[in-house]
């Protein structure tokens, strides 16, 4: 049997893992993994070429104790094919914090995920195998994320263990673990339950989702997974390269889930933001228009909250909500830093004074249509600060409603065209100064 120890938040425990590993089942193949980010790599590599009939996870800090291996036994003389595999109730954890009585509320509990897994069940189907960083850039999650996508076609069967004693892993507190899960959760048990389910194009949609990308495989398909799980179904996605020389690029665009609402348009050469979205936007067959960065992803209920408000409200030019900010460290890692919550009205002095981001933004295509779109003459070609300038035009003369709710992902990197550019803005906002002051 395989035995993979996953580092969690303890990595440097994983040789005492091992060794209780070693002690109690010596003909096992246990395997290390060095890092979160390479945990599906790794699992998937290995069970590609040794097909064990089942195998085991833990994490490091957890300890193996001797009477293991006829538990082990005895949970799987019990088996049928339609078990997945055995999820742990451990009755012993290690290093379990004291919770007072007095606490006001408790932590919500992070599901650690099954102990022993089907490989088979695992292995074929729809998603072969578990999802790489690519896939799911939170890989602290994977073995949730298999468990519950494969929980539409297969059982899991609970087990109360003393023979795994388990390690709790309390997360460094600037890690905000409680906060992340609640953020997360949400898109993994949406994925789940859409898992089988195939929507078909529906004609006109309601919304058209717009999605630039150059050079973005490794965030593109976690953005769109985010589009596939929505809760409102009739939408199009409309996917523009513009102008990518990665192969991986390339590579990603050819294996996205085929679905029929999903178009992806191709140019040879790289002619900005302004220029790529105005091009979806004469593509569009919808009412509604959504920008969705190829970095940044949508809550489950982003369409349905958006819509909503806009039949509330009647003949609304610009719907806007709230978004929850991740900031990207240098090893890719998420971390959760807040809800940034936007202004509940905006004008064309505060957007250009302030360079409010603004996430999620769905436009009204008409209105678009009515201020010719996106602005490719201004300083740096549409390329720089085009959202800024086109919320400020429609601000002029157009309505404009907040959505009081987080339901937009939105990445904060050093490597993005924004951050690698901080003082172009006061020169791109002296520039249009002029313009502005006309359309006023």
Same mark, same amino acid.
């Given at each position: 049997?395989?035995?993979?120890?996953l580092?969690?938040?303890?990595?440097?425990l994983s =040789?005492s893992?091992?060794?209780?590993?070693?002690?109690?089942?010596?003909? &096992?193949?246990p395997?290390v993994?060095?890092s979160?980010?390479?945990a599906?790599?790794?699992?998937?590599?290995?069970?590609?070429?040794e097909m064990? %009939?089942?195998?085991?996870?833990?994490?490091?800090?957890?300890n193996?104790?001797?009477?293991a291996?006829?538990d082990?036994?005895?949970?799987?003389?019990?088996?049928?094919d339609?078990?997945?595999?055995f999820?742990?109730?451990p009755?012993?954890?290690l290093?379990q914090?004291?919770?007072?009585?007095?606490?006001?509320?408790?932590?919500?509990r992070?599901?650690?995920? %099954?102990?022993?897994?089907?490989?088979?069940?695992?292995?074929?189907?729809?998603?072969?195998g578990?999802?790489?960083?690519?896939?799911?850039?939170?890989q602290?999650?994977?073995?949730? $994320? /298999?468990?519950?996508?494969?929980?539409?076609?297969y =059982?899991?069967?609970?087990?109360?263990?003393?023979?795994?004693?388990?390690?709790h892993?309390r997360?460094? &507190?600037?890690m905000?673990?409680?906060?992340e899960?609640? &953020?997360?959760s949400?898109?993994?048990l949406?994925a789940?339950?859409?898992?089988s389910?195939?929507?078909e194009?529906?004609?006109?949609?309601l919304?058209?989702i717009?999605?630039?990308?150059?050079?973005?495989?490794? +965030?593109?398909?976690?953005?769109?997974?985010?589009?596939?799980v929505?809760?409102? !179904?009739?939408w199009?996605?409309?996917i523009?390269?513009?102008?990518?020389t990665? =192969?991986?690029?390339?590579?990603?665009?050819q294996?996205?889930?085929e679905?029929?609402?999903?178009?992806?348009?191709?140019?040879?050469?790289?002619?900005?933001?302004?220029h790529?979205?105005?091009r979806?936007?004469?593509?569009?067959?919808?009412?509604?228009?959504? #920008?969705?960065?190829?970095d940044?992803?949508?809550?489950?209920?982003?369409? @349905?909250?958006l819509?909503r408000e806009a039949?509330?409200?009647?003949?609304?030019d610009?719907?806007?909500?709230?978004?929850?900010?991740?900031? @990207?460290?240098?090893?890719?890692?998420?971390?959760?830093?807040?809800?940034h919550?936007a202004?509940?009205?905006?004008?064309?002095?505060?957007l250009?004074?302030?360079a +409010?981001?603004?996430a999620p933004?769905?436009f009204?295509?008409?209105?678009l /249509?009515?201020?010719?779109g996106?602005? #490719?003459d201004?300083l740096? =070609?549409?390329r720089?600060? @085009?959202d800024? $300038?086109l919320?400020?035009?429609?601000?002029?003369?157009? !309505?404009? +409603?907040?959505?009081?709710e987080?339901?937009?992902?939105?990445?904060l990197?050093s490597?993005?065209?924004?951050h690698?550019?901080?003082?172009?803005?006061?020169?791109w906002?002296?520039?249009t !100064?002029?313009v502005?002051n @006309?359309?006023?």
């Amino acid at each position: 049997m395989l035995v993979f120890i996953l580092p969690g938040t303890h990595s440097q425990l994983s =040789e005492s893992t091992l060794s209780s590993v070693q002690r109690v089942f010596p003909d &096992a193949r246990p395997i290390v993994i060095p890092s979160e980010e390479r945990a599906a790599w790794v699992m998937n590599e290995a069970l590609s070429v040794e097909m064990f %009939p089942w195998f085991m996870t833990l994490y490091a800090g957890d300890n193996v104790q001797p009477h293991a291996k006829i538990d082990l036994e005895r949970w799987l003389r019990t088996t049928s094919d339609q078990l997945a595999g055995f999820i742990l109730n451990p009755v012993h954890t290690l290093g379990q914090p004291h919770v007072s009585s007095s606490r006001a509320a408790s932590p919500p509990r992070i599901p650690r995920g %099954p102990l022993i897994w089907r490989t088979q069940a695992v292995m074929n189907g729809h998603q072969k195998g578990f999802a790489t960083k690519d896939q799911l850039p939170f890989q602290k999650y994977v073995l949730i $994320d /298999k468990q519950l996508q494969l929980s539409g076609q297969y =059982e899991w069967s609970e087990i109360d263990c003393q023979a795994i004693l388990c390690h709790h892993r309390r997360a460094p &507190a600037w890690m905000k673990e409680a906060e992340e899960w609640l &953020a997360v959760s949400p898109l993994l048990l949406a994925a789940a339950h859409t898992h089988s389910q195939r929507a078909e194009a529906v004609s006109p949609p309601l919304v058209t989702i717009a999605l630039c990308t150059y050079n973005d495989s490794e +965030y593109l398909t976690w953005a769109v997974r985010s589009v596939l799980v929505q809760s409102c !179904k009739d939408w199009e996605l409309v996917i523009l390269d513009d102008g990518s020389t990665s =192969e991986e690029t390339e590579a990603c665009l050819q294996h996205l889930p085929e679905d029929s609402r999903i178009t992806i348009v191709r140019q040879q050469k790289n002619r900005g933001k302004a220029h790529a979205l105005n091009r979806i936007l004469h593509l569009s067959h919808a009412r509604w228009l959504l #920008e969705l960065d190829a970095d940044d992803w949508l809550a489950p209920n982003a369409l @349905e909250v958006l819509l909503r408000e806009a039949h509330r409200v009647q003949h609304a030019d610009v719907i806007y909500g709230n978004h929850v900010e991740w900031l @990207e460290r240098a090893n890719k890692q998420l971390v959760y830093q807040r809800v940034h919550t936007a202004p509940s009205s905006l004008s064309c002095d505060s957007l250009r004074n302030d360079a +409010y981001a603004i996430a999620p933004r769905m436009f009204n295509v008409s209105s678009l /249509k009515q201020v010719k779109g996106w602005n #490719e003459d201004m300083l740096f =070609e549409g390329r720089l600060y @085009e959202d800024i $300038d086109l919320l400020s035009r429609l601000s002029l003369h157009h !309505k404009l +409603y907040h959505v009081p709710e987080s339901i937009y992902h939105r990445r904060l990197r050093s490597s993005s065209t924004t951050h690698r550019h901080p003082l172009h803005y006061s020169a791109w906002r002296n520039s249009t !100064k002029d313009v502005f002051n @006309e359309l006023e």
